[in-house]
């Protein structure tokens, strides 16, 4: 089972890779890599969205892969935030994976332009990572 999942693990892993760069210098696009619950699992997630920005507010939607236990699932989220200028973005979004669809808060702080740490709490989902670009 693990071996099945072992090449579509890497070719997310390189797909984040390949577009990390370009989330530098490509507005509204970005990745972003979490470790939190999910699905009643702990794992990592890797991901990539495209943020729509008007006057402060943004609404993202993206998706990526969520590597539990040897197990690999696919995931997508919309989020809606508003960024305090050279401060926080708060907002909320939702999770859809498999049969799940899971409504959460979220907390992004700057760490250095273009990167954030990042929170995202709600009924059996959590997780914390960092994003890049955006």
Request: hydrophobic share 45%; charged share 15%.
């Amino acid at each position: 089972m693990i071996k099945s999942r072992l090449p579509l693990a890497a070719l997310a892993i390189a797909a984040l890779s390949a577009i990390a760069p370009a989330t530098a210098y490509a507005e509204g696009l970005g990745g972003e890599i979490n470790y939190g619950r999910a699905d009643g699992h702990w794992g990592t997630e890797i991901g990539a969205g495209y943020a729509l920005d008007m006057a402060g507010f943004s609404l993202t939607p993206g998706g990526g892969v969520y590597l539990r236990d040897g197990d690999t699932k696919l995931y997508g989220r919309v989020e809606a935030a508003y960024h305090i200028p050279l401060s926080a973005t708060i907002g909320a979004g939702v999770r859809f994976s498999g049969d799940n669809t899971r409504p959460y808060a979220t907390l992004a702080m700057p760490i250095i332009p273009k990167l954030r740490a990042k929170a995202n709490v709600g009924p059996k989902y959590y997780a914390v990572g960092l994003t890049l670009g955006y």
